[in-house]
Each structure stands twice: as structure tokens, then as C-alpha cells.
């Protein structure tokens, strides 16, 4: 059956605007805790799935609720007074013909992994309470998902891509990754995993704002603490390679009073900010107003069937694929429409828009180049899920 894909010109002088505006909420903010709890169950319960059953059942377990908790904190010491409360929520299969899942096990599990993995300082069995409220799923959505020939979709949703991604877009992400890595915490262990970063573009002039938290036990004053803003501030000039790039960290602090950004554990879901799957990071790891976004919740929806994840996913490796296999083509836009019940594999509408200042025959050859592209990958679309379980796509 012929997929309704189309592949269309957009103008390529307008790849970027006079004003750009990025986020990057880092690994230790509470959303992207929430989003990382979600999809962390949801790869362990497909894991469990296919080892038990040989197929992966039906789920969503992408509603995560983080509760802030309470803490003491001051400089040289902090601790935990009020335990963070994480609500684990959604649907899944419980059990089949022949097998039980322990669903509620698998998921407490899976979410101790996540804390454990993204928080350096959180005592996963004392900071943290955990209340699994996964419910079995839907009659109707069940019986769609064991419909036998190519997976149908849950819902009637689209999902989008866009590449390449912009400079700013580039040290958006850049700065946030290298304050979380391993390399930069061991020279600057204080810095803790709650970051968030903003980047502006207005004309050619690039200005940043860094929300970075501080673990307070390894801080013994306000001087000690100027001196990580510094390290950090300075860190993020190097990954942008711009040093009259404006950089400001922790604008909301008061070095006279003293009120700054010091934290137990290092992160702000400890005392007072809570967090929820959806709240962050798209698919590509960015908050990105100015480009396509979709708003469905990638984090925790299976990666079977539901297209909020899938076409996201979709959407954004092929976008990918075309300006790497395509030089021609400046900038990508990939935008996938399905329908309840319809193959997976087969959209309502896939479009692309290219931006390249190819004409006449020479596009056209672009455009057929390009449709063959989509039309391969949506014919290999279960590639998705494998990507998605070996995390090696992206969802937050």
C-alpha cells in the first residue's frame, strides 16, 4: 500500500529568526527525574515482557508525579527532613493467560535505578517515598494493541522532528551535558544535578542564564560557594568556545543575606519543587519554542504502539537522516499524523519540508531521494522499539 507522504519546499532564508529562544532542563531537575523514573519502568517492564512472554505487553507508564519533600540545609551540612514523595502512575499488563507480573515490583525497582543513577547524593530508601498507583490498562486500547499483522496506533496524534539542530540549540545542550558529566564532577563535586539552562539569541548576540545547584556539605561558606558559580561560569565558556558570550549563574541569589542555591542532595525536588513527566525536554533533549514541538509526554509511553512516543522518535531520526544523507538539504522538518487503529507503518500524513537552494529538476531529485527515505523507514518503523529499549534514541 502507498504511504500519503509528501515532500514540499519551505523557504531557506528563514532557517533561523532574529530572536531564538532555547531550555535544557538537566538530569537532576525534578521533571526530568520524573520523565527518566518513567521511561526507566517502562524499559524494564518490556524487558520483563519479552523474557516472560516473548512479546512486549501493552503499558504506559507515563505519569510520574514528584512531590517535593523538606530539608535543612546550611553551609557544611544538609539533610533530608521531609522524604521526596514520587507517585508512579499509568497502566500495564498484570498478567496473561500463563503469566503474572509483579508490575508494581518491576516499577519501584526501576525507579530506584533512575534516582540512583541521576543523584549522586539521594539515599534512594530513606529520602524517598515511593506509591506505585499503576492500574491495568484500558479493555479498548488493550485489544487494539494484540490486533495480529503490523501494530496499530493508540490514539489519533502526531509527532514531529526537525534537524539540524541551530548553534544556540547546540551549546544549550552542550553546557548542561558537560556540567553533568563525570568529569566535570569530579573536578567540581559540589555542583549538583539539578541544572537548567536558557539560552537567547537575539540578532548574532548569545546570552545564557545557568540555574545550577549546589550540594551544601561541600560548600563551607559563601566565598567557597562564589568560587563554584566561577568554575561554572568559566566551564560554560569553554564548551561554547565564546567568551563574550554573556553567562550569568544563579542570578536569584543574594550574597549579602545570605540566600543562594544550596541543596541537601543536589537537587531542588528535596525542598519545595516538584516535578512531572511532560514538564521538560522534548525528544531531542530540548525545550525549543521557536522550532516544531509536540506536547505528548515521549517518557514512559510504550514503544510499540503509542505514537506520542514513536512518531516524536520517528519524526526526529528522520530529520536527522536527511540533512546527514543530504547535504543539499539545509534544514528538515518531519511531521507524522496517524490514526486509531490504522498500522503504525502507515500514517494519515507524513510531510517533510526541506529548506535547500536546489530548483527546478535538481530539487525534484531531492524531493524523490527523500520520500524514498521516509517511505523506508516507516516500512522498518518497529526499528524504533529497539532503539528505544537499548536506549540509544533519545525521549527526554
Partial sequence: MARNITVERTNHKAVYGNTEIVERKGVGHPDTLCDAVAEHISVELCR?????????LHHNTDKVLLNAGEADVEFGGGRITKPIHLVLSGNATFKTDHHQIDVPHIAIKAAKESLKGALRFLDVEDDVQ??????????????IYRRKGHKS??????????????????????IERHLNSKEFKKRVPASGEDIKVMGLRQDSKLRVTIAQAVVSKLVSGVQEYREVME?????????????????????????????????????????GDPGEVGRGNRVNGLITPFKPMSLEAAAGKNPVTHIGKIYNVAGMLMAQEVVKEHPEAEFCEVYLLSQIGKPVDQPKAANVQIRSR???????????????????????????????LDKKA???
Avoid: M, W
Fill in 48 to 56: 520483563h515482557y519479552l523474557k516472560e512472554t516473548g512479546s512486549i
Fill in 130 to 143: 515511593f506509591d506505585c498507583r499503576i492500574s491495568r490498562g484500558s479493555a479498548d486500547l488493550a485489544e
Fill in 153 to 174: 496506533s493508540n490514539d489519533t496524534s502526531f509527532g514531529c522532528g526537525y534537524a539540524p539542530l541551530s548553534p544556540l540549540e547546540k551549546k544549550v545542550l552542550g
Fill in 231 to 271: 568554575k561554572v561560569r568559566q566551564e560554560a565558556h569553554k564548551v561554547i568556545g565564546d567568551e563574550l558570550t554573556e553567562i550569568a549563574v544563579n542570578t536569584g541569589d543574594n550574597y549579602e543575606k545570605p540566600s543562594v542555591f544550596i541543596t541537601a542532595t543536589g537537587t531542588s525536588a528535596e525542598n
Fill in 358 to 388: 536546489l530548483e527546478g529538476i535538481e530539487f525534484e531529485k531531492l524531493q524523490k531521494r527523500v520520500l524514498e527515505l521516509v517511505d523506508f523507514r516507516l516500512e522498518n518503523i518497529q526499528e524504533i522499539t529497539q532503539l528505544i
Fill in 394 to 396: 533519545t525521549v527526554y
